[in-house]
């Protein structure tokens, strides 16, 4: 009898519905069969798709419609699972099971419980944690075609910390990518640029007609990334139907400047909130970054009244290190302590950035799933639709074995108080058009 459990037990884990077809209900084996054999073809149909057409997949596979099937799925075939295994327990009369045979073909039978629809579970959940997040991102918004043939996002960092005048952005960055190699270039524009140009059909252009001016603006500082904060908590009704689009007033009147400098279209923005930045890394298990030197930089602190820094929670010297999400997020907001003022700290962001992104790795992110998922829920705003995603993580694995082009708009190419618009626009469109 024992050997006989063992036996039925088995073939439930590695074929649902064999036992009962073997030794009980032959109308729930086939069923139970079937449900196994269509799984399996399935995923080796995925499988098949992924070598052959991997922007199939990862089109469908992101689609809310295909995830809610895929979950149903998962879940009516693990409570098919579990229904198999306890009828198994019955075709093995346990009770008949004499002396240590009963209690550990029990125990087995516990194992294969949890090894099946736990496993179930957990991917029916993983699946429902996707919808929730991807939901929580992306809107559905109107798909935007490529133009020249390249896709450009405008990529913002936002800090909201107690001491900011609103969440304005203070790493400001337009990312091109190339629709059909995925060839990506990175032109990080500094937060203090002046005299910003803005688009004839900008809204903005009816108030400055002559460019963003270094005085007489409608806030404090008249720069760059000004403009977000004048527009956002002043000016939205310019916008009315920015936030109907999944956008904001103040991001808008951002596309609308980068396009004026730039002399691009942004079809797409992403905003990330700085802050939001701890979480992640923490979630990733943190992060490996490099920093350059030569000064050692500190983190945290205010200047006092002397001019002296106060207040330095840690210092980092030059060379490797392993930095967790209060680390991460003090190296990339620090402002003092290198000659290069905010425009190495315009590196430093762009290598969290990076350092981010290396962590991305399969593995890691299912095992800190949960953790990732609830931190990217809450730092990635952006205007991209669900429906695009697909394609954009297609174009993405493309783009991570590829060089990537920078062009940084800083001193000494470029004077943020007195810039040559008309340089970097076709500095800008030399380096897209040879990428």
Not at 36 to 62: C, G, H
Not at 380 to 390: R, S
Request: charged share 20%; glycine share 10%.
């Amino acid at each position: 009898m024992a050997r006989r459990g063992w036996w039925l037990l088995a073939v439930t884990l590695l074929l649902p519905g064999s036992a009962q077809v073997l030794a009980g209900s032959r109308r729930l084996g086939r069923i139970g069969l079937v449900s196994t054999f269509a799984l399996w073809a399935m995923l080796l149909l995925a499988a098949l798709l992924t070598l052959v057409a991997p922007s199939i997949v990862s089109t469908v596979a992101t689609l809310d419609s295909t995830l809610l099937v895929v979950q149903a799925a998962l879940i009516g075939y693990g409570a098919l699972w579990l229904l198999l295994t306890l009828d198994t327990l019955r075709l093995v009369r346990l009770v008949r099971v004499t002396g240590r045979g009963r209690g550990v073909l029990a125990l087995a039978a516990a194992v294969v419980i949890v090894v099946s629809t736990g496993s179930a579970g957990y991917g029916a959940y993983v699946i429902g944690v996707s919808r929730g997040l991807f939901s929580t991102v992306f809107g559905d918004g109107v798909l935007a075609d490529p133009v020249d043939g390249r896709y450009n996002i405008l990529l913002l960092g936002g800090d909201a910390g107690e001491d900011r005048d609103g969440a304005r952005p203070d790493s400001i960055s337009l990312v091109s990518i190339d629709a059909t190699s995925g060839a990506a270039t990175i032109i990080g524009l500094p937060r203090n640029l002046q005299n910003i140009p803005f688009p004839d059909d900008s809204p903005m252009s009816t108030l400055y007609p002559d460019g963003y001016p270094p005085e007489d603006c409608n806030v404090s500082q008249c720069e760059l990334n000004s403009i977000y904060t004048e527009v956002q908590l002043k000016s939205p009704e310019l916008y009315p139907d920015a936030e109907a689009r999944g956008s904001l007033p103040g991001i808008e009147a951002m596309r609308d400047a980068v396009r004026g400098i730039l002399g691009v279209p942004v079809q797409y923005f992403v905003s990330i909130d700085m802050q939001g930045f701890s979480d992640l890394v923490d979630a990733l298990g943190g992060i490996d970054v490099t920093y350059p030197g030569p000064d050692d930089l500190p983190l945290g602190g205010v200047l006092d009244e002397n001019g002296d820094l106060d207040g330095v929670n840690a210092w980092v010297v030059p060379g490797d290190h392993r930095f967790d999400g209060s680390n991460a997020l003090a190296y990339a907001r620090s402002r003092y302590g290198s000659s290069g003022g905010d425009y190495d700290r315009m590196v430093r962001q762009r290598q969290v950035q990076e350092a981010i992104l290396q962590q991305f790795e399969p593995v890691n992110v299912l095992t800190k799933f949960q953790g990732i998922a609830q931190a990217g829920s809450t730092l990635v705003t952006t205007d991209l639709p669900q429906a695009a995603l697909g394609g954009f993580v297609q174009l993405a694995m493309k783009t991570k074995t590829l060089p990537l082009a920078t062009l940084e708009l800083t001193p000494p190419e470029v004077d943020p108080a007195d810039p040559d618009y008309d340089k970097i626009r076709a500095e800008v469109a030399e380096l897209l058009g040879a990428s």
